[in-house]
C-alpha cells in the first residue's frame, strides 16, 4: 500500500510540473518573439530586477486612412531606481496576424515624453505614405517625434508593398551607404527635406538630436512662432507637406495658423503633374482629440480666409496597455516574454486636412484666394510668421 501511495504522489507531482511547463510556454510567435534563447552565464555579476510597462498603440480598422495595419507603435516604461522616467519607443510591424506581435524596425529612446496626440500623428503619417514626400514641415514641435517615428513607418510601409526585383534593392542600398553612411534606410526615397520648427529656441536642440538619432538626412530645425507676424522679406518656402499636432486653434490663433500654412503650402496644381496623381497634391494635416471643438474654427479660417478646401476626418486609436513585468536591464529578455493585457481603451481622434484651390498658383496674393489679407471678407489680418 505504501509503495502504491509514493507511486500516487509520484505521477500527481510530475503532472502538475508538467502542467506549468505547458502554461509557462509562449502561447504564439507575437507573445514569444524569441529567435535565439541566450545562454546564462552562471559567472556574471547579477544585475538589479527592474519593472516594465509596455503599451501598444494602433489605429482601429475604422479609422480614414489609406494604409490600414501599417505599423504599431510601442511605450516602453522601464521603471528603475535612478531614472523612473526613462522610454523606449519601438515602432513594429502592423501587417500581421490578430494575436501576433509583428517585429520592431525601429527603437529610439527619446529625452522627452511623447504625448498621445504625437503618437496618433506617427501612426497617420505612417498610414499614409504619400504625405513623407519632397518637402515636410511641421509647425511648432517640441520633441520632433510625430514627424520623425511617421516618416519611417511610412518608409516601411512602402518598402514592403515596393515591387522592385532585388537586384535594383541591393544596387540601391549600396548606392545610400556610399551617399550618406548615416541615412537611415528606412526614410522614403521620395523625401528631399524635413523642416523640424518650435516657437521657443530651447526646443531646438532636443529636435535636433531627436533626427540625428533617427538618421533623417537633410533635415534641419529652426524657430518658428507662428503667431507672430514679421515683416516681409522674401516669399516663404513652400512644401509639400505641412503638419501640426494639437495646437491652440482659438481666435486669433486659427486665422495665425490658417495664414501660415496657406503661404507655406505648394500650389495644388503641383501635385497634379506628379505621376502619382491626387495622392501626391500638397496637403495640410493637424491631429488633435475628437473632443476639441475649435477646430471647426481652424477649418472655416481655411475655407473662407484662404478659399482652401478644407475637411474633418476621424482615427480610432486603439491603446493596448500590458501588466508590468519584472526583468533585468536587458532589453533582449523583454522582447522574450510573454504578455498579459491588462487594459484596451479606445480613442478617437481628429485629422483636418486642407489643400489649395486648384487654380490657386502660389505667391499668395490676390483677393480670389487670399482674401482675409485684403479684407475682401471682413476678416482681421492674421497675426501669424511664414
Known sequence: MKILLRKLMYLTLATAVQAW???????????????????????????????????????????????????????????QSNDPTHRTLLLRDGNVQEGEIGEAFFTISPTTALTTSEMVMALYLASNPALCTEDLLEVSSETGLATILGILGAGFVSQQRDEEN?????????????IATKRNKLVPKSLETVTLTAAEERYLPVLMKHSQQAGIPSCSVEPLDWKVRHARSRPPKEVTTIVAVDLALTYPEAVALARTCAYRLRPSWVGRESSSSAKTIPRFVHVCPADREDVVYLQR????????????????????????????????????????????????FTSLIAQHHPDYVGGGSGELFFPADTGATGFREAESSW
Open 21 to 79: 511547463v505547458t502554461r509557462s510556454r509562449p502561447s504564439s510567435r507575437f507573445l514569444s518573439l524569441a529567435r535565439h534563447a541566450k545562454t546564462v552565464n552562471e559567472d556574471e555579476t547579477p544585475t538589479t530586477p527592474q519593472i516594465v510597462q509596455r503599451t501598444f498603440y494602433r489605429f482601429s480598422p475604422g479609422s480614414e486612412v489609406d494604409v490600414h495595419n501599417s505599423v504599431v507603435l510601442e511605450d516602453r516604461w522601464m521603471i
Open 166 to 178: 532585388p537586384t535594383s534593392a541591393k544596387e540601391e542600398e549600396d548606392d545610400i551607404l556610399t
Open 301 to 348: 479660417e481655411l475655407t473662407n480666409g484662404y478659399k482652401m478646401t478644407a475637411y474633418t476626418s476621424y482615427l480610432k486609436l486603439e491603446q493596448i496597455i500590458f501588466y508590468p513585468q519584472t526583468v533585468s536591464s536587458s532589453m533582449d529578455e523583454v522582447e522574450d516574454m510573454e504578455l498579459e493585457v491588462q487594459d484596451i481603451r479606445s480613442l478617437t
